[in-house]
């Protein structure tokens, strides 16, 4: 490891710091079971830089929010300590990034740095907001290089940067109605994920429980009911026909029409479109036609279709209406300020809209008063500018309309509406036939029955604001994101049965026949292997779907009803899982492969990225865990759930487990035996399943997985026999799995495994095929896997078959050199002394193989990546004849005994 020598803060050098490289991890992951944000950096020269008490003052001057980090220190102030006392680059990168962040309005706070190689360091940072963590990492990078680098001017730069973040923060920060939503699904273990960054566009829950919501708009919000909400003139007849009070008024296309209108029903009026949202180009009160004529300019701006009706005498009032019952009631005022005696109509908006709890558009709680032509009209009416200075005490409108989106404010009247009142609400709304809506109407008191009140409604709303209840300027906040969420799932329950399945071998197998048996016992499943994704046995992608993107095609089906998620080492490490929390998480063994890929090094790194699924399997869960591994004991310590072991073998931690009360699934000689709620049960002899071949090893070890797994989640454990005879390892089955087809009177296994365990497994499988017939293996190694990998590969399959052929397939090369694999494979087979065939091509390798072998032996192609539609002309010769047949003399094989 090259190590500079120490640079001084202020020192020339030629290299800045640099990102090489960024990823986010959208689920649990190696370094934190939330999202983070990973980083490397290069830090050239400035490795061994450390910080001083001069660098120190410098940034928190520009930064002061990194003031409030308490790092390891473990109180407020403990980064600047350690700021002073000297940190490194990295470590500073990373509390600028967050602080970046943080002083913008998001809330973040996890991050550790980390030396990898070289002067690369690896920086780990939580996250809200993709975009957002993006800039502020970057302009982080440029902040330290720049103080590094002696610059003294930064307080510009800075400002700049944090203007600009915050413009990329509030173009993707949940709103305040949308988040009391999320909020409380969150509360109820809902889960939720965002579909687009910069919509309030969210999927709440998964499979067949899923909604969805956008804002305040939920899925099941009736199209129709939007629709007439929207068409206030229409929405309006509706109401009146039904004997609903709504203020007089006629649709006017022209000032001349708008007039007429007025003059019939008679002054004061209002004006607005017809179709219009958050109170925009709405005028009230209008005395005559002067300032009719006024306000019509202005309005039609936002549309050409305008409404004109009787202007109410009142208070305004909203209601909101869940699932047809009224939730929370807020009066509305409209926006205003109060005279102190000194200062401008102006400078009195400017102070008020200084309130933090003020944003622009529907980001906060308030929304920002506006000095825009409305507002003139309004003070005009008043015989006052935005130079006037008010008296003390002294109440300027500058609304009519009482929108919070225009800057008015909200007193809850939730506990005063009167009964009557609320039965009338209740029966609009299901006239109207929305879920969710808002009414708007004008009242003198809403604390009296309607038969001593002057009252109307003015306006109804499909997609209402939430922020007048959460957060009144006076008065009780009303738990309307709970209403909502209640509302959507009246059972509470937002999930589905999530299996999660991990280990080196064997989890695409164990996941189909944990699928088999749930669809076996009536469940509408969706299953992400190796291979593709399917929705009830119809196939929904290709590919190796066994990340988040896969296990998101799942969770969102709304079909499923239960979900089966191989979940491989690759998915965890490059984007994390793609979920919070499972129901099972198994693991099925820890073995040696992708070493020297991807960042694990050894055997310990590749049992912290598996047992993750331990730790995010819910405590009243279960965690499925093979007693017969090495790392058995280690796992339980991960286990987050209830432990069930399964094995082959009953040795004495799964004994151990029984005596105490635990529970299993074990052979005990030729029988598959549970033990569960005390009992010993047996579920089939070995024979009972042809799929086994009398025993194979690795197909008893998955069986047992699986059942452990379909019992933990609630199948039941006496219909798992009769569902597990009809299975079998066919190519429709489990695809690229023990697949076994007749060719010439030879058997040919097509099969995935790539690693040692996975060859002696293989090498298992085939013995009972062959009886005293050759074992002939065709095989390739993958190019991302050490030397020493590949050779030990080569050394097993020499032991373990009869005959080696070693080939290579370009794409599975993967950055090294045409031949260079081949002559690692080879080098481990001379090892085993056994000296292999070399055939370069694939097909080749596989057309030689048939060549020189004889009636009855048995050629195994593993790791070719061949379909057998791919593999059927190479061993035919005919792409038009389909000669493979899978094998058909498994029941045969049923009665052979290991």
């Known amino acids: 490891m090259k190590i500079f020598d120490e640079k001084k803060i202020g020192d020339k050098v030629d290299a800045e710091i640099k990102e090489v490289s960024r990823k986010f991890l959208e689920g649990p992951n190696i370094y934190a079971l939330f999202p983070v944000m990973e980083v490397h950096v290069d830090l050239g020269d400035w490795v061994e830089t450390p910080s001083n008490k001069d660098f120190a003052d410098k940034i928190s001057r520009l930064l002061p929010e990194l003031k ?88 510009s730069f800075v400002d700049n940067t944090l203007k600009e973040a915050e413009e990329t923060f509030l173009k993707e920060k949940i709103g305040p109605s949308t988040w009391a939503i999320l909020k409380a699904a969150k509360k109820k273990d809902i889960p939720y994920k965002r579909i687009h960054e910069e919509y309030s566009l969210f999927a709440l829950g998964w499979g067949k429980n899923k909604k969805m919501i956008w804002g305040p708009e939920t899925s099941e919000t009736s199209l129709v009911g939007s629709e007439i909400s929207q068409k206030k003139d229409i929405c309006k007849d509706i109401l009146y026909d039904l004997g609903i009070p709504v203020p007089r008024g006629e649709v006017a296309n022209s000032l001349k029409e708008a007039l007429e209108i007025a003059e019939n029903i008679g002054y004061p009026v209002v004006i607005k479109p017809v179709m219009g949202h958050h109170g925009n180009g709405v005028f009230v009160n209008l005395k005559n036609p002067d300032e009719l004529n006024e306000a019509y300019s202005l309005s039609e701006k936002y549309s050409s279709n305008l409404l004109v009706e009787k202007y109410l005498e009142g208070d305004d009032y909203r209601a909101l209406l869940v699932d047809h019952k009224v939730v929370a009631v807020a009066k509305r005022i409209p926006a205003h300020v109060v005279g102190d005696g000194s200062s401008k109509i102006k400078e009195l908006v400017e102070l008020t809209n200084r309130d933090p709890k003020r944003g622009d ?23 006052l500018d935005l130079d006037s200075i008010p008296k003390e005490g002294q109440k300027i409108w500058l609304r009519d309309t009482a929108n919070i989106s225009t800057g008015g404010t909200a007193e809850d009247h939730t506990d005063t509406i009167h009964p009557s009142l609320k039965k009338i609400l209740e029966r609009t709304s299901k006239i109207i036939g929305l879920d969710l809506m808002g009414i708007d109407m004008i009242v003198d008191d809403v604390s009296l029955p309607v038969e001593e009140i002057n009252w109307g409604i003015i306006e109804v709303n499909s997609s209402p604001g939430l922020r007048m209840h959460i957060a009144p300027s006076i008065g009780m906040s009303r738990p309307v994101g709970e209403k909502i969420i209640e509302h959507l799932y009246p059972s509470g329950e937002g999930r589905i049965p999530l299996v999660a399945i991990t280990g080196t071998n064997g989890k695409t197998t164990t996941s189909r026949l944990l699928e088999w048996l749930a669809k076996n016992q009536g469940h509408h499943t969706g299953i992400a292997v190796t291979g593709g994704i399917w929705s009830n046995g119809s196939k929904v992608a290709d590919g190796d779907t066994t990340g988040p993107w896969s296990a998101n095609v799942v969770l969102q089906d709304p079909d499923v009803d239960y979900a089966v998620l191989e979940t491989a080492r690759g998915g965890i490490l490059k984007r994390g899982l793609g979920f919070d929390k499972c129901d099972v998480g198994v693991v099925l063994n820890i073995r040696e492969d992708h070493i020297g890929s991807d960042g694990v090094d050894c055997l310990d790194d590749i049992f912290e990225v598996k047992s993750i699924l331990l730790e995010v399997t819910k405590k009243d869960g279960f965690c499925v865990i093979n007693g017969n591994d090495d790392y058995a004991e280690r796992l339980t310590d991960k286990a987050n759930g209830t432990v069930i072991f399964f094995g082959v073998e009953k040795n004495k931690i799964i004994e151990k487990h029984i005596a105490k009360g635990g529970e299993a699934f074990v052979q005990e000689d030729n029988e598959l035996v549970a033990y569960i709620k005390g009992q010993r049960k047996t579920i089939a002899d070995v024979k009972d399943l042809p799929y086994l071949l009398g025993g194979v090893k690795m197909l008893v070890e998955n069986s047992l997985a699986a059942m452990a797994a379909a019992y933990a989640s609630g199948l039941k454990v006496d219909m798992f026999k ?19 087809f007749e060719v010439e009177d030879r ?65 599975l090369r993967r950055g090294r050199d045409s031949g260079e694999i081949l002559s690692l494979l080879c080098k481990g087979s001379r090892s085993a002394g056994k000296e292999p065939m070399r055939v370069e091509d694939a097909k080749s390798a596989v057309t030689f193989a048939l060549n020189h072998s004889k009636k009855g032996d048995v050629i195994t192609c593993a790791n070719l990546d061949f379909t057998s539609d791919q593999l059927d002309p190479i061993l035919t010769g005919d792409g038009d004849i389909h000669a493979l047949k899978e094998y058909e003399n498994k029941e045969s094989l049923g009665n052979l005994v290991v």
């Open 68 to 155: 409030t980090h308490s790092c390891s220190r473990g109180y407020e102030g403990g980064f600047v300590e350690r700021l002073e006392e000297g940190t490194y680059p990295a470590h500073i990168i990373e509390h600028t990034a967050l602080s970046i962040q943080n002083s913008v309005g998001s809330e973040v706070s996890f991050g550790k740095s980390r030396r990898g190689y070289g002067n690369i360091y690896k920086i780990i940072m939580d996250y809200e907001y993709p975009s957002l963590a993006s800039f502020a990492l970057e302009e982080a990078i440029k902040i330290v290089n720049k103080l590094l680098s002696g610059e003294e001017e930064l307080k």
């Open 361 to 383: 558009d529907h980001d906060s709680v308030l929304t920002k008063i506006s000095l825009d032509d409305e507002a003139r009209i309004n003070l005009e009416r008043q015989n």
């Open 722 to 740: 009769n569902a597990l005879m009809k299975f079998d390892t066919t190519e429709k089955n489990t695809p690229g799995r023990f697949n076994v």
């Open 747 to 811: 058997n040919v296994v097509l099969d995935y495994a790539h690693n040692p365990d996975g060859l002696k497994n293989l090498g298992d499988f085939t013995d009972r095929l062959a009886d005293e017939n050759d074992k002939i293996l065709v095989y390739t190694g993958i190019g991302d896997r050490s030397d020493d990998s590949i050779i030990m590969n080569g050394k097993v399959a020499a032991e373990v078959f009869d005959k080696v052929i070693f080939t290579e397939r370009k794409h």
